[in-house]
């Protein structure tokens, strides 16, 4: 029994025969709404108070504010709501500074499932970014109410998630520098058939993105139709967010809510195959089918895949795994601070962790909390 249990161990930690998305978004319950609601009622960006996510909510400045705003827990889960607007932008996901992130150090996903409400204009929902180094601005569309824009040329077909996405790249010429650029690239991958829930594989975007601009020189149509010879490349990524586009013409009015929304970055460390994932990620959720605690066959894997050992106050930096055995990162517990309170602060999650002290040779079960 022993040797079995410690082979399913490493099992788990080497990710054999474990799916990638272990939930399904569009059948598991709702996630709690965790944490405080903060509210964002102006066209501004931030962070969350306790996780690795970012926020941005802007909408076009010549109209009211009133009636658009943007409601987001620290647990990760957002609502958005619009009134009177002829372009409308909420988002909450990965943002970075400086140069970047190279594609190559990540793995984005998104699990996310969310109800709306789009009483006129239209909207386009998915995943939405930008890159430097060049700029270039992307938008992978899951759904979409409203009449379908010109997206400018098509580049390329991707077929993933159980569907194909057709990408397509179009000219934005600013006249002015915006961020040092006089124009860029929007890069479109759009679902052939709309959908509310459901897992993108929001990587496999970026590397065929990355594919198919690779520094060349071809021509683009601008937004006026005319083609423009210019370099097309895909640069290092600066937001990967969750996002809601509403557009009209000033009186569009919807709202949306996410119910469940899981978006992980994983990287590899110096050639592991352990990855790390974001705070709002990776975590298996209180609706997952990883572990669930009231599940007596799953209560039974949790205490098989890894002995139960106590964690003593000495074993004060710990690593964090899943239940899937990928590594979410270090927690240090203060003096006096318990386990679960260090890791409900960093990861801003309850849940099922594996951890591992520094002196520890084997790993203990926290179990949710």
């Known amino acids: 029994m022993k040797n079995k249990t410690m082979n399913l161990c490493l099992a788990l930690l080497m990710g054999a025969s474990v799916s990638a998305y272990a939930v399904d978004a569009c059948t598991a319950a709702d996630m709690p709404l965790k944490g405080d609601a903060h509210v964002v009622t102006s066209s501004t960006n931030g962070s969350f108070p306790r996780s690795a996510l970012s926020y941005q909510l802007w909408f076009d400045g010549s109209n009211t504010p009133n009636g658009k705003k943007l409601t987001y827990y620290d647990g990760g889960l957002f609502k958005a709501e619009w009134d009177d607007t002829y372009d409308f932008l909420a988002r909450v996901g990965f943002s970075y500074d400086g140069d970047g992130v190279n594609l190559k150090t990540k793995n984005f996903s998104l699990n996310y499932r969310y109800t709306k409400n789009v009483e006129s204009g239209g909207a386009y929902v998915g995943v939405h970014g930008w890159t430097t180094k060049p700029l270039n601005e992307f938008f992978i569309i899951d759904d979409w109410v409203g009449d379908i824009e010109s997206f400018g040329r098509k580049f390329g077909e991707i077929e993933v998630d159980g569907a194909k996405y057709a990408i397509y790249a179009l000219l934005h010429e600013e006249g002015e520098a915006f961020r040092e650029y006089t124009y860029f690239m929007r890069i479109t991958s759009i679902r052939e058939t709309p959908r509310e829930c459901g897992h993108i594989s929001v990587s496999a975007h970026l590397n065929k993105f990355a594919e198919l601009f690779t520094g060349q020189t071809d021509s683009i149509p601008n937004l006026k139709g005319t083609l423009k010879n210019v370099t097309l490349k895909f640069g290092n990524l600066s937001s990967v967010m969750a996002t809601v586009e509403a557009f009209g013409d000033g009186s ?117 909390f």
């Open 252 to 368: 569009a009015k919807g709202s949306i809510e996410y119910t469940y929304m899981d978006f992980i970055s994983n990287w590899d460390a110096e050639g592991s195959s352990s990855s790390v994932a974001g705070s709002s990620g990776s975590v298996a959720p209180e609706s997952s089918s990883v572990a669930p605690e009231s599940s007596s066959s799953a209560e039974s894997s949790s205490t098989m895949a890894v002995p139960q050992l106590a964690v003593s106050p000495t074993h004060r930096n710990l690593v964090v795994f899943d239940m899937q055995g990928r590594v979410l990162g270090k927690v240090t517990v203060p003096a006096g601070a318990s386990v679960e309170g260090a890791i409900f602060a960093k990861f801003g999650r309850p849940g099922v962790y594996m951890v591992k002290g520094e002196s520890l040779q084997k790993m203990a079960i926290l179990r949710r």
